[in-house]
């Protein structure tokens, strides 16, 4: 059974991304909304990190465990011997052998409110020898004769009596009991509001929360990551184009120059000057294709788990583009959303929540132990088990007991410093919480700072751009008409591609900065549209 389900408002884009996957090697192109299905499919570290939720869930129905009742049976037999003894003028008492079968069950467990109870079945059966004396008819020691008178008769009757010697013999016996009740203890103080089982079931409980954001942060880190990777895929395939259309100006520069330098209306250094601008130009587009290899295998790396089979001999395409929307931003709305939606201040909420649990726990071990107990129950004896168990069931032997025991440390030095160890450790999760609190509210600050600051440049490089484009026409002309050097001439050239790439540069920072902000707001699971949903 799955753990997570992860439902996305993009609906319909699985199907275009597989079939985009599956074909033959050719250009692969993907929107943005694409690439975050496909991460959160097949990303590797999410696939690893949704596992913790299930962990921690497997933790607490194994906390509940401590409420399971325990079954013990045993049963075992004893044999005993004894030897003959010899006692004062020679006389001997016979050896004797016991035997034991002896059964036991017992059904014992712990309720959530603190009670124990018990329920327990004992039966034993003891049978064999013991030592007696009888007469020894070949060792006659004397007779005695007694003369009656029988009134009835009127005659005397003679009785003789023989005494013989006495030797040692056995007497074989048997005998069995057996018993059933109930116990029950129930604390009434130490152990009765929480105990080590409810501790233990309430943190794990805690700890599933905390496993839940964990989740929640790296999913929202890992498409962070998507998206900002997929900008700068966009920034540096625009930045090749940038350097390729270099290329095209320089070549196009070296060519006209050529055909002045046929006709004599240009020095051979003017030529010489096109050729080493376009060189560059060249050597600058080789290093931005590597950069656009390297960033799209990162992009790649975060979009799937079989890299080698399906993706590495395949380029990557950009769908989208980098745009400048004009900024809505509130921060006072994005402190409120930074302090309740951030996983990274609800997993420290929880912290603190798990720290409350374990001083309450502290804080009832102080108490002294004091329980409450009752037994009650019934025996049975007989020659036989059937017999001892008849008389159980009779339920005409009953036994009970009932009482209180108290039980109070003198010093009590380990609770006493375990909560005080416990309660300093909460003072330090609060401030944690309260420094990540401020730092959280410092970063939307900055965050939102840099938006503007961004969006003013894009909106400068923007202008730039255009104005270098127009110059560079300006010179253009004004080089076929004489009027201007070839210097001048790649000097715009140069000016117009700086200008291009820091228009390019100043979008991939925008686009960034944006989806910094929602990361650091803890929105960005919802302003990506992709609803997560745990369970």
């Not at 013991?130 to 009757?157: A, C, H, Q, S, W």
């Not at 004896?381 to 069931?393: H, I, L, N, P, R």
């Amino acid at each position: 059974m799955s753990i997570l389900r992860i439902l996305f408002v993009l609906v319909g884009m699985g199907s275009v991304a597989l079939a985009q996957t599956n074909a033959p090697s050719q250009v692969r192109r993907l929107t943005l909304q694409e690439c975050i299905e496909l991460a959160l499919t097949n990303n590797l570290q999410l696939q690893i990190d949704r596992y913790n939720p299930q962990i921690a869930l497997y933790g607490v129905k194994q906390a509940y465990g401590g409420y399971d009742p325990v079954m013990n049976l045993s049963g075992q037999h004893d044999h005993r011997e004894s030897g003959t003894q010899i006692l004062g003028g020679a006389f001997t008492i016979g050896g004797s052998a016991t035997d034991d079968n002896s059964f036991s069950g017992a059904l014992n467990g712990l309720t959530p409110i603190g009670t124990t109870y018990g329920l327990q079945i004992n039966t034993a059966d003891t049978y064999g020898s013991t030592p007696t004396t009888m007469d020894d008819p070949t060792r006659p020691l004397f007779r005695t004769t007694n003369i009656v008178y029988d009134v009835e008769g009127g005659t005397n009757k003679t009785i003789v009596t023989t005494s013989y010697a006495q030797i040692p013999g056995q007497r074989p016996f048997e005998n069995s009991t057996a018993s059933a009740g109930f116990t029950v203890s129930q604390p009434l103080l130490k152990n009765f509001w929480i105990d080590s089982t409810r501790l233990t079931i309430r943190v794990a409980k805690n700890r599933l929360k905390y496993s839940e954001q964990g989740l929640r942060q790296q999913i929202m880190q890992t498409l962070t990551a998507v998206e900002q990777a997929y900008y700068e895929l966009i920034y540096t395939r625009e930045s090749l184009l940038v350097q390729q259309k270099a290329v095209e100006l320089a070549e196009r520069l070296v060519m006209e120059n050529r055909k002045r330098l046929e006709v004599g209306a240009l020095a051979p250094l003017d030529l010489q000057s096109a050729e080493a601008q376009a060189a560059s130009t060249r050597a600058a587009v080789i290093a931005a294709k590597s950069q656009l290899d390297t960033q799209e295998r990162l992009v790649k790396s975060l979009i799937t788990d079989r890299y080698q089979e399906l993706w590495a001999n395949i380029p990557l395409e950009p769908a989208g583009s980098l745009t400048a929307p004009v900024p809505v931003l509130n921060l006072q709305d994005s402190w409120s959303k930074g302090l309740s939606m951030r996983p990274e201040i609800l997993q420290a909420k929880l912290d603190i929540e798990r720290q409350g649990i374990q001083l309450k726990y502290d804080r009832n071990q102080l108490l002294p132990q004091l329980d409450v107990f009752g037994t009650y129950g019934y025996n049975g004896t007989g020659k036989e088990f059937s017999d001892a168990f008849y008389d159980v069931q009779s339920l005409d032997r009953r036994y009970y007991s009932y009482g209180g025991r108290i039980s109070v440390p003198l010093f009590n030095l380990s609770a006493k410093n375990a909560h005080r160890s416990d309660k300093a450790t909460m003072q330090q999760l609060v401030l944690g919480l309260k420094q990540l609190e401020q730092n959280t509210l410092i970063l939307i600050d900055n965050d939102i700072g840099n938006i503007r600051a961004n969006y003013d440049q894009v909106q400068a490089t923007r202008a730039a751009r255009q104005y270098q484009e127009a110059a560079l026409d300006a010179e253009q002309k004004k080089l076929e008409n004489g009027k201007s050097t070839t210097y001048t001439v790649l000097q715009v050239q140069r000016d117009l591609t700086a200008a291009r790439g820091n228009e390019i540069q100043a979008l991939d920072a925008y686009n960034k900065s944006l989806s910094q902000l929602s990361l650091h707001e803890g929105s960005t699971l919802e302003r990506l549209g992709v609803k997560l949903d745990v369970k």
